[in-house]
């Protein structure tokens, strides 16, 4: 199954929606350079996909783009919803991801649900761990493996 990178985002703050950049650095075991959510852990990078943005788009009627809902990659292609935790998703040329966690807990209602009504990233969301890192643009192959 393969798709591409519709949109690569970054944010200095947790828990705020994240602005469009023309490309990521994926470092291995830290996430993003330059976003908050870099660092140790497993919870590293965030996926979406654009369907789920879309869906949202139909639901409520607001402006949603890439980023809105705190992800770092937006996807199109591939149902993020069909693969499971230890999948391995290949990105670009040469990074490479493994999938930790599917959506996540929501301890405390975001700025981003304040500003949709809702943030789908609990439920379809995923999380993943850099295994290499690389480079990483809009346009990009997105491949499991």
């Not at 770092?72 to 499971?84: C, D, K, M, P, Y």
């Not at 649900?113 to 379809?124: N, Q, T, V, W």
Request: one cysteine or more.
């Amino acid at each position: 199954m393969s798709g591409r990178v519709v949109a690569v985002s970054i944010s200095g703050k947790k828990g705020t929606r994240k602005e469009n950049v023309d490309s990521v650095s994926l470092v291995e075991g830290s996430g993003i350079a330059g976003d908050a959510h870099a660092g140790p852990g497993t919870r590293q990078v965030s996926l979406l996909s654009i369907d789920s943005i879309d869906k949202m788009r139909a639901s409520g009627g607001l402006e949603l783009s890439p980023g809105y809902f705190a992800e770092n990659i937006t996807v199109e292609g591939i149902s993020l919803l069909a693969i499971g935790v230890g999948t391995k998703i290949r990105l670009g040329e040469n990074a490479l991801l493994e999938v930790t966690h599917i959506g996540k807990e929501c301890h405390d209602r975001c700025a981003i649900y304040f500003s949709a009504g809702d943030c789908i990233m609990p439920r379809e969301g995923i999380f993943a761990k850099v295994l290499r890192g690389g480079m990483v643009r809009p346009g990009d192959r997105v491949a499991l493996e």
